[in-house]
């Protein structure tokens, strides 16, 4: 049975200002599909994946993820779209005022978790699944680099998203935590989830094999012969306990004014990274109830 598309493109052109970056694009993801975008530092792999997230507007072709129109999409919507998706930065943008729980539970009641006990939970769930149970505690400088990746990631799936965005998710890792890194996207496609991982690491893709598409001249190049197969395919343990999928359903969303706690504006405004103006942030404006939003359109 042919998958789900989770990104469609189609005869893309994607632009910055007056110049464009990458020429009649055509990209496709599935659902639980592992791919690679390679490509070096310029060649448009950053570009190409802010488009994804509506962060950069696409010139014109056929675009779709999640099934939403992105030559289109409204500036309303895209809190919708962002809710489904989980991003993962090279520079891990944590809150660095705050323990790893806190980094976490900020971004759960930013997003309409009203429940203490069930942001308890969840917290433990997706710590366990990236290795950490026990840094709860532990404030982001207390961490190894690897380690500090691996919460961005446990970040990235608190919402359960069905698309998962690696931008050069290892490239400030040593080899083992940069392979430990990609393993856990790896499984995390394997149970469901939609991958993409932009790396300029070629022995990532021979050990974690996947379609690979390149950024080359302005263009971008399906390598349709590196996939995953029987033999190369990499054994991996499951995520969490049989019956507990990543991708059960997510809990009636609520607005996101808990009774037992307020994120005020103050504090939002306090928590959030130091980051040049056109990039995303680990940011929540009350109209943009997502984890990764750019700062631009918190002055929307």
Not at 48 to 76: C, P, Q, S, W
Not at 269 to 277: F, K, Q
Request: proline share 5%; net charge negative.
């Amino acid at each position: 049975m042919e998958k789900t598309l989770i990104i469609n493109y189609r005869e893309v052109d994607i632009c910055r200002e007056d110049k464009t970056l990458l020429y009649n694009v055509n990209f496709n993801v599935g659902e639980g599909e592992f791919v690679y975008l390679t490509g070096v530092v310029g060649s448009g792999k950053s570009s190409l994946l802010k488009t994804f997230y509506g962060e950069l507007d696409i010139a014109n072709g056929t675009a779709e993820v999640l099934g939403y129109d992105m030559r289109h999409i409204k500036r309303r919507q895209l809190p919708s779209l962002r809710r489904q998706l989980g991003i993962v930065f090279q520079d891990f943008r944590l809150l660095t005022d705050r323990n790893v729980r806190r980094n976490l539970d900020f971004v759960l009641r930013s997003t309409g978790w009203k429940s203490r006990t069930e942001r308890a939970e969840r917290i433990r769930q997706v710590l366990e699944t990236v290795g950490l149970a026990d840094k709860q505690e532990s404030m982001p400088f207390e961490l190894s680099g690897g380690e500090q990746q691996r919460v961005c990631i446990a970040r990235a799936i608190l919402n359960r998203p069905l698309l998962i965005l690696a931008d050069e998710a290892t490239g400030n890792q040593d080899s083992q935590s940069g392979t430990q890194t990609a393993r856990i996207l790896y499984e995390l496609a394997q149970q469901g989830t939609a991958v993409v991982f932009a790396t300029h690491n070629n022995a990532l893709i021979e050990q974690f094999p996947g379609r690979v598409y390149e950024c080359n001249n302005n263009q971008l190049i399906c390598h349709e012969g590196i996939r995953t197969s029987a033999a190369t395919k990499p054994e991996v343990k499951p995520l969490q306990e049989p019956g507990q999928a990543l991708t059960q359903p997510l809990p009636p969303m609520q607005p996101a004014t808990p009774a037992t706690e307020t994120v005020s504006d103050q504090s939002r405004a306090e928590a959030l990274p130091v980051a040049p103006a056109d990039d995303a942030t680990i940011a929540v404006a009350d109209d943009i109830p997502v984890a990764t939003i750019s700062s631009n359109s918190l002055e929307q």
